[in-house]
């Protein structure tokens, strides 16, 4: 499913500091975006607000899949917007178990449920270890079932936090799979990096944090100030 997010006059203060105010954004339908931005100028806040978890101080974010929950209760998170967390909350339990969550109330047979978590085990790589508690994990393998986890969901939009950060090789790989099989379904990504890697050169827009407001542009001037910044950066830069 694809579905367009937008906002106005979004603002978030903390105390008496204006963290950033955006008089509009809009996001999808079919969007990757990489969000730039200095550490601290607000990109996990911005992405906790567009995912509904986080209540921006003023301001209004429209998705049309919103339901009654979402309205009464603006904290409780926004059905078909995930938000993927740098170091994800995985609960006491299996692999297979933690992927299955995701998909505990969808209306289909267990035997269906079943096929779907060992798909998206397959696809990051770790069906052998769906029996394994979450506790023997590495740091990129945690990544990866949080990631299955928001796969099978098939969200319209995945907000993806320094996903990359510390990540190895393989566990980049497989999330650069899933989150094109996600653009391919016409969901839309959103990811924030330190640095231009696997995941942001999906991306075909930047927003950049800056002065307190979010600013837009398209992927050509990522290229540009990567030159800029950095003279030997024109050969990963395509
Ligand atoms: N609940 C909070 N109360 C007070 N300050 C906060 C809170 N959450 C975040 N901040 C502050 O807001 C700023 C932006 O945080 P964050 O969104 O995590 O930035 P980024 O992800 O761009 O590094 C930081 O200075 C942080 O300390
Ligand atoms: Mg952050």
């Known amino acids: 499913m694809t579905i367009k997010l937008t ?25 990757a975006i ?46 078909d917007v995930v938000y993927l967390h740098q170091s994800p909350y995985l609960f006491d339990g299996t692999v297979y178990e933690n992927v299955a969550y995701g998909i505990r109330f969808q209306k289909m047979s267990a035997q269906d449920k079943r096929a779907k978590v060992i798909t998206a085990l397959r696809r990051v790589g770790l069906e052998t270890l769906a029996d394994e508690h979450i506790s023997v994990l590495s740091g990129g393998e945690k990544q990866r079932v949080a990631m299955a986890r928001a796969w099978i969901l098939t969200p319209s939009i995945l907000l993806m936090d320094e996903p990359s950060a510390s990540l190895d090789q393989e566990s980049i790989d497989r999330l650069v799979t899933l989150a094109k099989d996600l653009l391919q379904k016409g969901s839309s990504i959103v990811v924030t990096s330190h640095q231009k890697n696997a995941l942001t050169d999906l991306c075909r827009k930047q927003w950049w ?15 540009t100030e990567e030159k800029q910044e950095n003279p030997y950066a024109k050969s990963n830069a395509n």
């Open 34 to 79: 990489y969000l730039r931005g200095d550490n601290g100028v607000g990109k996990t806040t911005l992405l906790k607000i567009l995912s509904g978890l986080l209540k921006p101080t003023t301001g209004r974010v429209n998705a049309p899949n919103d339901n009654i929950i979402q309205r009464l209760f603006p904290r409780s998170g926004r059905r």
């Open 7 to 31: 906002a106005q006059q979004v603002s978030m203060r903390f105390k008496d500091r204006v963290l950033f105010h955006i008089p509009d954004l809009s996001i999808g339908p079919n969007d």
């Open 209 to 223: 944090i800056k002065d307190s407001t979010l600013i837009e542009s398209p992927l050509l001037q990522i290229i």
